[in-house]
């Protein structure tokens, strides 16, 4: 999972950082929020395409993370709240085929499905989506992966305050908040700007 995360998170810094940055180059302040087609460009088609796809599979895979801790606090309070509920307990066994086997849970499957479609059919009516994205982006960058990965490393290694590394460590994460406020303030200002227009 480290492996992966570190991964992840090089990866994505990398292609975020060179699209904000290469984007700011280019256009300066009349950035589009769409890079592919915010500009007239339209073909190749089959490129645009492909980016799409490849943007929709990278959105699917962080949605996934993200809700993961939604996810695990409301099955565990339905099961506090319904102890006594089939729907909670059955588990069905399903293979598919070149799969291995795996139990499917008849109330996860709905909760999920019915959170999927509900938070995507509100992103798909709510006004200003770029805006509100990066106002959640900014909002949430931070806290969910600087903040407590940082602290829990430093409690995890045992790290004395002070120390050489603690104070590193401390300094990215303070330096990182002051990234994410001026993003947070950058995505306010863009809101009101496209409310106003």
């Known amino acids: ?9 090089i990866i994505t810094t990398f292609f975020y950082l060179g699209c904000g940055c290469f984007g700011y180059a280019a256009f300066g302040d009349d950035t589009p929020g769409n890079l592919l087609t915010g500009f007239g460009f339209y073909e190749p088609y089959w490129l645009i395409d492909f980016a799409n796809a490849c943007i929709i599979l990278h ?3 962080g ?11 409301s099955e565990r309070w339905f099961t506090r709240k319904f102890p006594e509920s089939r729907l909670m307990k059955i588990s069905y066994s399903c293979k598919l085929p070149l799969f291995p086997a795996f139990q499917l849970n008849l109330f996860r499957l709905c909760f999920r499905t019915a959170y999927v479609i509900s938070t995507t059919g509100i992103a798909i009516i709510f006004p200003y989506f770029n805006q509100i994205l ?5 909002f949430n960058l931070w806290p969910l992966a600087i903040y407590f990965p940082v602290e829990m490393y430093i409690l995890q290694k045992k790290i004395g305050p002070w120390t050489r590394k603690w104070i590193l460590l401390q300094t990215f994460n303070i330096s990182c908040l002051l990234v994410s406020v001026v993003a947070l303030v950058g ?11």
Not at 1 to 9: L, P, W
Not at 134 to 138: K, T, Y
């Open 63 to 73: 949605y996934q993370l993200y809700s993961q801790p939604f996810f695990a606090f």
């Open 187 to 197: 995505s306010v200002e863009g809101l009101i700007e496209a409310k106003l227009s």
């Open 1 to 9: 999972m480290k492996k992966a995360s570190v991964a992840a998170i």
């Open 134 to 138: 990066g106002l959640l982006g900014a």
């Open 59 to 61: 959105l699917v895979g």
